[in-house]
Each structure stands twice: as structure tokens, then as C-alpha cells.
């Protein structure tokens, strides 16, 4: 106990003694006393001096962090709106395409009677082959008025109610079309088929004679007792020969996109004004 006294009180005399001498060092600028306290002091100061920089650097990292995830959520927020924008706006581009057809369908065929329609609901499947629109009777949609879109033919109205209509397009295996080639003048019947069906496309059968080649194109003829004539139909894409030998047959891609059908223009009263 004796021994631990005395070892404090020596202690607390040397660190006394330390301090009066870094002082008079200092003050006095004493080389040899402020180059061996330096001495002494320099691992402390170091240390001192390294705890504070982490010290700093630790809240700096933390601070940056928190700034980072901040600037991160807003940019991802950010992002959400101009996708939801971005959407809104090829919405309405599309919108705007879909009116501006029917439009220039209008102008095209200002001769008839024409009230737009769109599509408001259609048999299962990928194709639009029946389908309903929202105009009926009480706009003078009846039964066989005409239905184009896309500048082409779509079909017709197979029933009517006062407020819809019911469309049998060219593509079902229902449909019978009087059509027409524009560069020869042959006439034949372009029929919906269940197989082309699912790949877009009609047939058209027509005499054997016909110098018909892939590219011509096809509209309604004047034989027609629904079409009026000179609809534009689509172009040939395949020719085969009937197994008879008296006619051939030719694959049709219609103009009209029977995937992606939203609006329509409705040739009213048999296209008779």
C-alpha cells in the first residue's frame, strides 16, 4: 500500500513536472524541450489526430449514404411518373392515330353515310372475327352495313340492337365476299377460313385463267349486294392451284389488322345516301 502511495504521488509529480516543462518549452521556444516533449507527445497526437479523421470520415460516410438513398428514392419515384407519362402519351398518340383514320376514311368514302363506332367487347380468341361495337339502330346501324377501319374492309353487321351492333369480319369462316383484282379486273369470292384465320388472312377463289401474282391488289367488286365496290380488301401473298383444275385459289393479307381492332367507321344504310 505504501509502495502504490508513493508510485501515485511520483506519477502525479512527473506529470507535473511534464506539463511546467512543455510549458516553458512553448513559451520560451526551447529547442531540445519542445523537440523531446514533441517526441513523447508525437504517438498520442497521432493517435488524437487519426480517431478524429475517422471520426470525421465516419460521418461523412453515413451522411453521404443518407443523401445517396434519398437522391435514389426521388429519382426512382422520378422515374415511375415518366412511365406512367410516357404511357399516358402513347395512349392518346394512339387514340389519336385510331380518330384520324376514321377520319381520312370519312373523306375517302364522303359519298356514304358514315358514323364512327368502336369496339366494346368480341368472341373468344386472339382475332377479331365477331365482334360488337357501341353504335346500333338508334344511330341507322342496321343489319349489312358496312364496317371498315384502318382504310380496308372489316365486314359487316351480322344483328343490331338500339345501342350495339354485332360484326362478322372477313376473316370468319362465315363470310363470303365479292372481290375484285385491280390490276387484271378478275372477279372471284374471298371467303374467311378457319386455318388462315388464325394467321390473318382470307381466300380468295378465282378462275383458273386469271394471271393473278403475288402483290396484286384486291378490293370489293361491283357484284357485291352488301360492299359497295372499290373497298380496298388487302394484297395476295400465296397462289396455289385447285385441286379440280378449273380454279385457283390465292392467300389474301387484309389491310385491316384483325389483332388490333379499336375503332371503326359504319357505312350506314347499305352505303346509300
Same mark, same amino acid.
Given at each position: 500500500?505504501?509502495?502504490?502511495?508513493?508510485?501515485? !504521488?511520483?506519477?502525479?509529480?512527473?506529470?507535473?513536472?511534464?506539463?511546467?516543462?512543455?510549458?516553458?518549452?512553448?513559451?520560451?521556444?526551447?529547442?531540445?524541450?519542445?523537440?523531446?516533449?514533441?517526441?513523447?507527445?508525437?504517438?498520442?497526437?497521432?493517435?488524437?489526430?487519426?480517431?478524429?479523421?475517422?471520426?470525421?470520415?465516419?460521418?461523412?460516410?453515413?451522411?453521404?449514404?443518407?443523401?445517396?438513398?434519398?437522391?435514389?428514392?426521388?429519382?426512382?419515384?422520378?422515374?415511375?411518373?415518366?412511365?406512367?407519362?410516357?404511357?399516358?402519351?402513347?395512349?392518346?398518340?394512339?387514340?389519336?392515330?385510331?380518330?384520324?383514320?376514321?377520319?381520312?376514311?370519312?373523306?375517302?368514302?364522303?359519298?356514304?353515310?358514315?358514323?364512327?363506332?368502336?369496339?366494346?367487347?368480341?368472341?373468344?380468341?386472339?382475332?377479331?372475327?365477331?365482334?360488337?361495337?357501341? !353504335?346500333?339502330?338508334?344511330?341507322?346501324?342496321?343489319?349489312?352495313?358496312?364496317?371498315?377501319?384502318?382504310?380496308?374492309?372489316?365486314?359487316?353487321?351480322?344483328?343490331?340492337?338500339?345501342?350495339?351492333?354485332?360484326?362478322?369480319?372477313?376473316?370468319?369462316?362465315?363470310?363470303?365476299?365479292?372481290?375484285?383484282?385491280?390490276?387484271?379486273?378478275?372477279?372471284?369470292?374471298?371467303?374467311?377460313?378457319?386455318?388462315?384465320?388464325?394467321?390473318?388472312?382470307?381466300?380468295?377463289?378465282?378462275?383458273?385463267?386469271?394471271?393473278?401474282?403475288? /402483290?396484286?391488289?384486291?378490293?370489293?367488286?361491283?357484284?357485291?349486294?352488301?360492299?359497295?365496290?372499290?373497298?380496298?380488301?388487302?394484297?395476295?401473298?400465296?397462289?396455289?392451284? /385447285?385441286?379440280?383444275?378449273?380454279?385457283?385459289?390465292?392467300?389474301?393479307?387484309?389491310?385491316?389488322?384483325?389483332?388490333?381492332?379499336?375503332?371503326?367507321?359504319?357505312?350506314?344504310?347499305?352505303?346509300?345516301?
Amino acid at each position: 500500500m505504501k509502495f502504490n502511495k508513493k508510485f501515485k !504521488k511520483t506519477g502525479l509529480i512527473a506529470t507535473v513536472a511534464l506539463i511546467i516543462i512543455v510549458i516553458i518549452g512553448k513559451k520560451y521556444n526551447i529547442p531540445v524541450i519542445s523537440t523531446g516533449v514533441s517526441y513523447i507527445l508525437y504517438p498520442i497526437q497521432k493517435s488524437i489526430i487519426f480517431i478524429s479523421s475517422r471520426s470525421s470520415d465516419m460521418t461523412y460516410y453515413f451522411k453521404n449514404r443518407y443523401e445517396l438513398a434519398d437522391e435514389n428514392k426521388n429519382l426512382k419515384q422520378e422515374n415511375e411518373k415518366l412511365v406512367y407519362e410516357n404511357t399516358l402519351l402513347a395512349e392518346y398518340k394512339n387514340e389519336n392515330n385510331n380518330l384520324k383514320d376514321i377520319l381520312d376514311m370519312k373523306q375517302r368514302y364522303r359519298d356514304y353515310q358514315g358514323v364512327g363506332a368502336s369496339i366494346i367487347g368480341k368472341e373468344p380468341g386472339n382475332w377479331y372475327k365477331v365482334f360488337n361495337i357501341d !353504335k346500333g339502330t338508334q344511330h341507322n346501324v342496321s343489319e349489312n352495313s358496312v364496317i371498315l377501319a384502318n382504310g380496308g374492309l372489316v365486314g359487316h353487321v351480322l344483328s343490331a340492337t338500339p345501342i350495339s351492333g354485332k360484326v362478322l369480319s372477313i376473316i370468319d369462316d362465315r363470310s363470303s365476299v365479292s372481290a375484285k383484282i385491280v390490276r387484271t379486273g378478275d372477279t372471284g369470292i374471298l371467303r374467311g377460313d378457319i386455318e388462315l384465320a388464325s394467321l390473318g388472312l382470307c381466300k380468295l377463289e378465282i378462275n383458273i385463267e386469271s394471271e393473278i401474282v403475288k /402483290g396484286d391488289q384486291v378490293i370489293t367488286s361491283h357484284l357485291s349486294s352488301i360492299y359497295p365496290p372499290g373497298i380496298p380488301i388487302g394484297t395476295v401473298e400465296e397462289i396455289e392451284q /385447285g385441286k379440280n383444275g378449273l380454279t385457283q385459289y390465292a392467300y389474301i393479307k387484309p389491310i385491316v389488322d384483325f389483332k388490333h381492332l379499336e375503332q371503326t367507321l359504319v357505312i350506314i344504310s347499305n352505303g346509300i345516301n
